[in-house]
C-alpha cells in the first residue's frame, strides 16, 4: 500500500491542494491519515477515488452530486461517459484508478474505448505515454507496486502487438527495410512495440527482434536482410558507463547502415559514430518515419 502526500496528490490527478482540502472539509471525498504533526497522508483508495472525482467534475458533474456517490457508482460513472474524442486528461485518470484498484477489466474496457475513437497510434501518444509517466513518477516515489505496473504493460503490449498484426503485409523488395531489437538483458519494450507498428502503418518493412539480443548476432542478420536502418532502444542495459562503448560495437557490427537510437540512456553524452543518430522524443522517429514512408530501395 503505498501513501502520498497531499502534493503527490496535485501532481497525480492535476487538481490543485487548496481545491482538494475544499472538497475534503466541504463533501468527505476523502478521509486521510495525519502524522504526529498533523501532516495529511493519502493511500491508493484515496487517489483512486479522487481520480474518479476528477474525471466526473472535468465532465460537467456537480461535486455535491459526484460526492454522494459509492466507489462502484464512480467507477460505472467514469466508464459510461467515457466518449468524447479528446478527453486525454480523463482517461489518463480513469486508467490510473483501475490500475491501482487491480480492475482488469475496466482497464481492458478504457484502452478499447480509447484505441476504437482515436486509432492506435494516437492513443498511445496522447493517453498511454502520459498514463506511464504517471505511472514513473509513482514508481520513483515508491507508491506503485510491480504487480500493478505489470498489468498495465501486458495489456498495452498486446492492443500494440493486435495493432501491429491487423496491419497490411510490406515486401521487404519495396519497401525501407529496419531491424528493431534491444540490447542483450534489456527487457523494456513498450517503446520498440510502438515504433514497430508505426514503421509499418507507415509501408516500411520490419524485422523485429525483441528484447534482449547479443549484439553479435547482428552480422548475420545485415549480411542476409540488408536493412538500411538498426534502431534500439536503451532504457537499462548497458551500464551508463559502458554506453559508448556499446554503441561503438553496433556500428562496427553493420557498417554503412543507419543507426538510431533512443531512451534514456540515449540521451548521455557520449560521442556518436558516423551515421548515428540520437532520437530525443517519440515525435522525432514519427517524423523520421513519415519522412521516408514507402521509400524503396535505392
Sequence with gaps: MGYFSISDLEQLSGVKAHTIRIWEQRYGILQPARTATNIRTYCEDDLRRLLNVATLCDRGYRISKVASLSEEELSAAVLAGNDAA???????????????????????????????????????????????????????????NPAQEHLITNLLRQKMLAGTDALPPVSPASARRWVLFLPEREMHELALLFMNYVLRARRHHVLYLGQNLPAAELVAVCASYQPHALLTVMTAVPERDEVGHFVQQLRSYCPGTELYL???????????PPETTRLALITDFIALADANAGAAEA
Design 86 to 144: 479528446h478527453n486525454y486528461c480523463q482517461r489518463v485518470n480513469g486508467l490510473l484508478a483501475a490500475m491501482l484498484a487491480m480492475d482488469e477489466c475496466q482497464l481492458v474496457d478504457l484502452l478499447n474505448q480509447t484505441i476504437q475513437q482515436l486509432g492506435l497510434e494516437e492513443a498511445i501518444l496522447r493517453v498511454a505515454y502520459p498514463f506511464l509517466q504517471r505511472i514513473g513518477i509513482m514508481w520513483q516515489a515508491g507508491t506503485v
Design 262 to 272: 533512443y531512451g534514456p540512456l540515449a540521451q548521455l553524452d557520449f560521442p556518436l
